[in-house]
């Protein structure tokens, strides 16, 4: 299959799912394209039935790569990884790689998903600031704990890896959303570390194609 | 330090729990289990000494090789780096691509929506609908992503990680009474996998902690 073409990923400014994606690729000096899916405008882009054949979960990221389709952030970042393995976003060694995914996965499945747009709207406006700080501390607890037993300078040990491209959108929710995180010593500590990455600041909301100008940095 | 077996912390029902359930079975380990009670007593889940093991306060955990590891996926993943036969991920890259996508479809934009924790808080009047929207919406995507991958299976003709998150939350879809008809490919590769050794005695009917009015 000719890879003729650079990747092209599907992506909102704001979206922590894309945010991920966008900082693997900084931190693997990948050259892409950027298609920007308005997730509120139009009633919501990802609903056009273009989008949706491109990725029928209608949620950004998508991205299009070496001619498939991908769609769930940590199955792209995987990708990459496996594809683009330097510089590494998992460590070499089977137990810190399960510290890794158990870290990503509780931010990706256990805390993000209970406090997306989407859910939200479920929720209903009076009570989507609580449900999404309930869901953010409660995994920011867990997380706190867990990270005694593995934290370096980053998430685990003193390498960057996918749990801290995880971690970086929580916690710019979690100020989104007004939750205290004085409980959250070392999820402070890691997140204050990474932003001073170029690849973290590149890939900020606050400064993406379509980042509206209110927010712009 | 491999000192003893592993130790799976487990509850009969839990749809993540029966997903390393089926990732042990079908890489014929031997492993000890705990089961955890998410009802009773308030939640063993919460007691501190599960806490302590698991800060998560959710099973699956599987105490292996002297670590502790929450989240099925993060789970099977290190089964299949550490004991790659019989593998449950394909070599192929982008079929690898394919496999996480939809099991990260389900292990987090279906069922995380209607676990118990979450279906707690919506309160009891709204749970049904809630359940089957967030099933139905996962389903509807994943159909149509199927179109695309699957052959016996969900990726191809090889059982995968893909088919482990399946099944499960067919299951849950059944429960809460989602109709399966708009799914002709999840149910079919649903079917197949029920006929599998592997994913029959991982079955919650059949685990340790089934209660005797549930139990095949």
């Known amino acids: 299959m000719a890879e003729s073409r650079k990747p092209i990923l599907y992506s909102y400014f704001r979206s922590s799912c894309s945010w ?4 693997a690729l900084a931190l693997k ?6 298609i920007t899916i308005n997730l509120t405008k139009d009633g919501g882009q990802q609903f056009s039935e273009e989008f949706q054949a491109l990725n029928p979960m209608k949620q950004v990221p998508a991205l299009k790569i070496d001619g498939i389709t991908i769609g769930q952030s940590l199955a792209i970042i995987e990708y990459l990884e496996e594809t683009r393995p330097t510089p590494r976003l998992l460590p070499q060694d089977p137990k810190k790689r399960a510290h890794v995914r158990m870290i990503s996965h509780l931010l990706a499945s256990g805390i993000q998903p209970l406090q997306n747009l989407s859910v939200l709207k ?3 406006q009076e009570n989507q ?8 501390s409660s995994g ?3 997380l706190e ?17 996918m749990a801290d491209l995880c971690l970086a959108p929580q916690v710019a929710n979690a100020d989104r959303f007004k939750v205290d995180l004085t409980p959250y010593p070392t999820i402070s500590r890691i997140n204050k570390v990474t932003a001073g990455l170029e690849a973290f600041q590149v890939s900020h909301p606050c400064r993406q194609p379509d980042t509206p100008p209110e927010l712009r940095a």
């Open 145 to 161: 704990q867990i990270l005694q037993g593995t934290a370096g300078k980053y998430c685990v040990g003193d390498e960057v890896s």
């Open 29 to 34: 000096n990948m050259d892409y394209e950027m």
């Open 122 to 124: 479920q929720v209903g």
């Open 20 to 23: 991920r994606v966008r900082i």
């Open 140 to 142: 920011f607890n867990a």
């Open 129 to 136: 600031l609580t449900w999404a700080q309930r869901a953010i």
